[in-house]
């Protein structure tokens, strides 16, 4: 009786160790993943949950939130004025920039490419705006356009052209903003010329033996290779479009500071001219910080992140007929 | 169809001293297999892309047919290439690849179609045209690339070590596949290897390069039988020729105690040494003859390769002899090696070029 208690209480003695040890491990893992997940939740999740609950309130961050259940969405959907020309401009700005940009940082990734001489020099000088803040280059890009004092404007009178008034005129301001988008395109050029280099040198020799000009070898071999850095690019531009605030804020301000050459702050002022620069982030913070209208801000936030997910997955999903991975097997 | 011609040709990459290709005179006749072959370094590359436009030719020139195509760009020049690591277009069909060259040249969908599968019947790929070339097994895709090549029909065929990424079965097999496509097309072709016995087998003449410079262009057999100098006595055959350089006396060379009596045309200049080369197949395990020491037996069959190592006026010199394999002897066994004085290549010392007898 004692050999055989014994013999049965080896195996759970093992059983026990062996679970003792996987807890261990387990939470060295979590131990590990703890800055991660703490950082993740307290800035990223709990904003998350909390804006989705918002979103059915009534709150002005003074008294507490208030529920009322989808009024915010309905206000959202059917009344509010403004919220239409936002999406105007924000897809506007969406349709126009991220093709420029792209079109134009892989333009000059590809003469970086072909560079013999200069290359260091010319990457650094097309790659320097990206490291500029957004709001200096911003302030910068107003100053250089000012329609009377500018030295855009100067030089064009000089020429014998009379300049618009860009970012005073609600026609010209977003193509302001287009300009500066593409003066700060380097982190994409940057990415496009990697994948450029990256393309075998043998393919293209290749295509050159089969009779392909310049122009052939660059749509069935520079393009097709590279194809996943297009998506990428494309998916980020429009993240990025939908998210577009900075550039149209400090631009705003400050073009309608130097119309009006005083500091009045009851003028409203963002979308300045005329809403031409009201994009819908614009539109979401004067909701929330200038309004305090937190709920209906936080139901304006719900909704782009909604869109935002839906456009990726859509572009992601039509890419699979025109993105080619190498060593992918479909 | 055409003759390809080199004229002097060179080619001095920037930055260096010695020419990769060293003023390069070679005639390829006209549905003629010209394989160059040379090891690492030899130029054989680099003359092929310079045909095929992709290197430029520094001084002399490149005829294809009448046209000196020096300084043409590589599509004008109606050629097609095989490249080693087949450069295929991954993200395109194995139908699209190989219906490249003819979409570029804008050839009608119908017609292209057509072409396409008459290639892919003649290679054996019909039922992978819808695949893409990451689905394939290398010696597929060597196919595609192959198939590619030819749905044109080009004057000239470029082939740049085609088949080295392939295991030696697969090789073997397209090695035959290569030369019955060829005789079939009867396209003027240029084929590069290092491997020599591709070059032997493939090549209706075999061009042998060293250091950028042509030692040799002839059939197989002449380059086998009469090499015109060391260094291509050496280069071909397998093992390689035992070449041992000898004391002459009395008009006779004295190879290991073994003396080998030499015409009159050799002692006449006065030489006191001299470069015997003997094939394996000529060195014979005999009961008299240059003593030596088996290192190592090499069974290849019917035959064995014994290596052997033995002193040579003073020196350790390793000796090749081919030997039946049942009657082989074994590793560290003492023999007599003899050579068949008949059949033994005479080299000048000083220039290396062969001796006629």
């Given at each position: 009786?004692?050999?055989?208690?014994?013999?049965?209480?080896?195996?759970?003695?093992?059983?026990?160790?062996?679970?003792?040890?996987?807890?261990?491990?387990?939470?060295?893992?979590?131990?590990?993943?703890?800055?991660?997940?703490?950082?993740?939740?307290?800035?990223?999740?709990?904003?998350?949950?909390?804006?989705?609950?918002?979103?059915?309130?009534?709150?002005?961050?003074?008294?507490?939130?208030?529920?009322?259940?989808?009024?915010?969405?309905?206000?959202?959907?059917?009344?509010?004025?403004?919220?239409?020309?936002?999406?105007?401009?924000?897809?506007?700005?969406?349709?126009?920039?991220?093709?420029?940009?792209?079109?134009?940082?892989?333009?000059?990734?590809?003469?970086?490419?072909?560079?013999?001489?200069?290359?260091?020099?010319?990457?650094?000088?097309?790659?320097?705006?990206?490291?500029?803040?957004?709001?200096?280059?911003?302030?910068?890009?107003?100053?250089?356009?000012?329609?009377?004092?500018?030295?855009?404007?100067?030089?064009?009178?000089?020429?014998?052209?009379?300049?618009?008034?860009?970012?005073?005129?609600?026609?010209?301001?977003?193509?302001?903003?287009?300009?500066?988008?593409?003066?700060?395109?380097?982190?994409?050029?940057?990415?496009?010329?990697?994948?450029?280099?990256?393309?075998?040198?043998?393919?293209?020799?290749?295509?050159?033996?089969?009779?392909?000009?310049?122009?052939?070898?660059?749509?069935?071999?520079?393009?097709?290779?590279?194809?996943?850095?297009?998506?990428?690019?494309?998916?980020?531009?429009?993240?990025?479009?939908?998210?577009?605030?900075?550039?149209?804020?400090?631009?705003?301000?400050?073009?309608?500071?130097?119309?009006?050459?005083?500091?009045?702050?009851?003028?409203?002022?963002?979308?300045?001219?005329?809403?031409?620069?009201?994009?819908?982030?614009?539109?979401?913070?004067?909701?929330?910080?200038?309004?305090?209208?937190?709920?209906?801000?936080?139901?304006?936030?719900?909704?782009?992140?909604?869109?935002?997910?839906?456009?990726?997955?859509?572009?992601?999903?039509?890419?699979?007929?025109?993105?080619?991975?190498?060593?992918?097997?479909? | 169809?055409?003759?390809?011609?080199?004229?002097?040709?060179?080619?001095?990459?920037?930055?260096?001293?010695?020419?990769?290709?060293?003023?390069?005179?070679?005639?390829?006749?006209?549905?003629?297999?010209?394989?160059?072959?040379?090891?690492?370094?030899?130029?054989?590359?680099?003359?092929?892309?310079?045909?095929?436009?992709?290197?430029?030719?520094?001084?002399?020139?490149?005829?294809?047919?009448?046209?000196?195509?020096?300084?043409?760009?590589?599509k004008e020049r109606d050629v097609s290439m095989v490249f080693q690591n087949y450069a295929l277009y991954p993200y395109l069909t194995v139908a699209a690849n190989i219906g490249f060259p003819l979409r570029i040249a804008k050839v009608k969908k119908a017609e292209r179609d057509k072409r396409v599968k008459e290639v892919a019947t003649l290679l054996g790929l019909s039922e992978y045209l819808e695949r893409k070339p990451g689905q394939l097994s290398g010696g597929q895709r060597q196919r595609v690339a192959m198939g590619r090549a030819i749905v044109r029909v080009p004057s000239v065929f470029l082939m740049d070590e085609p088949l080295s990424n392939l295991d030696a079965k697969l090789r073997v097999q397209m090695r035959a596949d290569i030369a019955a496509l060829q005789a079939d097309f009867g396209i003027t072709t240029v084929y590069v290897t290092h491997d020599q016995a591709e070059a032997m087998t493939l090549g209706h003449r075999v061009a042998v390069l060293h250091e950028g410079h042509l030692q040799q262009c002839g059939p197989p057999r002449e380059l086998y039988e009469r090499p015109a100098n060391v260094f291509v006595a050496g280069f071909i055959g397998?093992?390689?020729?035992?070449?041992?350089?000898?004391?002459?006396?009395?008009?006779?060379?004295?190879?290991?105690?073994?003396?080998?009596?030499?015409?009159?045309?050799?002692?006449?200049?006065?030489?006191?040494?001299?470069?015997?080369?003997?094939?394996?197949?000529?060195?014979?395990?005999?009961?008299?003859?240059?003593?030596?020491?088996?290192?190592?037996?090499?069974?290849?069959?019917?035959?064995?390769?014994?290596?052997?190592?033995?002193?040579?006026?003073?020196?350790?010199?390793?000796?090749?002899?081919?030997?039946?394999?049942?009657?082989?002897?074994?590793?560290?066994?003492?023999?007599?090696?003899?050579?068949?004085?008949?059949?033994?290549?005479?080299?000048?010392?000083?220039?290396?070029?062969?001796?006629?007898?």
């Open positions: 009786m004692a050999s055989s208690a014994a013999a049965t209480a080896q195996p759970l003695d093992r059983t026990r160790a062996r679970r003792r040890a996987a807890w261990r491990r387990r939470r060295l893992v979590l131990l590990l993943m703890a800055p991660w997940l703490i950082g993740f939740s307290a800035f990223f999740g709990y904003p998350l949950v909390m804006s989705v609950y918002l979103s059915f309130t009534h709150y002005d961050l003074l008294s507490s939130p208030k529920w009322i259940g989808t009024a915010n969405y309905r206000y959202l959907f059917t009344q509010d004025p403004q919220v239409g020309e936002a999406v105007k401009n924000t897809l506007w700005i969406i349709a126009v920039m991220v093709p420029l940009q792209v079109v134009f940082a892989f333009g000059v990734a590809l003469m970086l490419a072909r560079a013999r001489r200069g290359v260091g020099f010319f990457r650094t000088i097309f790659y320097l705006p990206a490291l500029a803040p957004p709001v200096a280059a911003t302030l910068a890009f107003v100053y250089i356009l000012n329609p009377a004092t500018g030295p855009v404007n100067v030089l064009l009178k000089h020429l014998g052209i009379d300049g618009p008034l860009w970012f005073q005129s609600p026609s010209w301001s977003k193509p302001s903003l287009v300009l500066l988008g593409l003066w700060g395109v380097g982190n994409i050029m940057i990415i496009f010329l990697a994948a450029i280099l990256d393309v075998p040198r043998h393919l293209y020799e290749s295509a050159e033996l089969d009779g392909a000009g310049p122009l052939q070898r660059l749509r069935w071999v520079t393009l097709p290779t590279i194809s996943p850095v297009i998506l990428f690019s494309v998916v980020i531009g429009v993240i990025a479009g939908l998210q577009y605030f900075t550039q149209a804020y400090v631009a705003a301000n400050v073009a309608s500071g130097q119309a009006s050459q005083a500091g009045d702050q009851t003028v409203n002022n963002l979308g300045y001219p005329e809403a031409s620069t009201l994009f819908y982030p614009v539109e979401l913070y004067q909701h929330g910080f200038r309004y305090f209208n937190m709920g209906y801000a936080s139901a304006m936030s719900v909704l782009l992140l909604v869109v935002a997910f839906t456009i990726t997955v859509l572009i992601i999903r039509n890419s699979r007929r025109w993105v080619h991975y190498v060593g992918a097997a479909k | 169809m055409a003759e390809v011609r080199y004229v002097q040709a060179t080619r001095l990459y920037p930055g260096t001293d010695a020419p990769a290709v060293d003023a390069l005179d070679l005639d390829v006749h006209d549905g003629e297999f010209m394989v160059l072959v040379g090891p690492s370094g030899s130029g054989k590359t680099t003359a092929l892309r310079m045909l095929a436009g992709l290197e430029e030719v520094d001084s002399g020139a490149v005829y294809i047919g009448d046209r000196d195509v020096s300084d043409a760009p590589p397998s093992p390689a020729m035992n070449l041992c350089t000898v004391p002459v006396s009395n008009g006779a060379a004295s190879f290991g105690g073994v003396d080998m009596p030499l015409p009159q045309s050799v002692v006449a200049n006065g030489r006191t040494s001299l470069v015997i080369g003997v094939r394996p197949e000529s060195l014979e395990v005999a009961e008299e003859g240059i003593p030596a020491k088996v290192d190592v037996v090499e069974d290849v069959g019917a035959d064995a390769f014994v290596f052997c190592s033995t002193e040579l006026g003073g020196e350790t010199t390793k000796l090749v002899a081919r030997s039946e394999a049942r009657k082989a002897p074994r590793q560290g066994d003492r023999v007599t090696l003899r050579p068949r004085a008949d059949e033994a290549l005479l080299f000048d010392p000083a220039s290396g070029e062969r001796l006629e007898l």
